[in-house]
C-alpha cells in the first residue's frame, strides 16, 4: 500500500493558532462548522468538503479505495481538509464522505 506523508504540508503551530482565532462567517450553520487537519482554518462543511484517511499517526494517508483496518491500533479515521491545504495533497489521498 502506497502512502503518503502529510506531516510536512501542516501549518506551523503559530499559524494554527491564528486560524483557530479566525471568525466564523455568521452565514454558516454551526453545526455544519469544521476546521481543516492541517491547518485550522474553519470551514463549512458538506459534500463537497474534501477528507483524508489517517493511519499510524494522524498524517500517513492512505489512498481512495484502498481497505483498512479500522481496528488496528493507528487508525486515526477521517479528517475534513480546505480547499487550499487539499490541492497539496494528490487526488488519489482525496475522499468524500456522505
Given at each position: ?67 483498512v483496518d ?29
Amino acid at each position: 500500500m502506497t502512502t503518503f506523508n502529510a506531516d510536512k504540508l501542516r501549518a506551523s503551530p503559530r499559524s494554527i493558532d491564528r486560524n483557530r482565532e479566525r471568525e466564523i462567517p455568521q452565514e454558516w450553520p454551526l453545526n455544519d462548522v469544521g476546521e481543516c487537519a492541517l491547518c485550522a482554518r474553519p470551514l463549512l462543511l458538506s459534500s463537497d468538503t474534501v477528507w483524508i484517511e489517517c493511519i499510524e499517526g494522524r498524517f500517513t494517508l492512505v489512498p481512495l479505495g484502498t481497505s483498512v483496518d479500522m481496528q488496528a491500533p493507528g487508525y486515526m479515521g477521517h479528517f475534513p481538509v480546505g480547499p487550499t491545504c487539499a490541492r497539496k495533497i494528490p487526488k488519489r489521498y482525496h475522499k468524500r464522505l456522505p
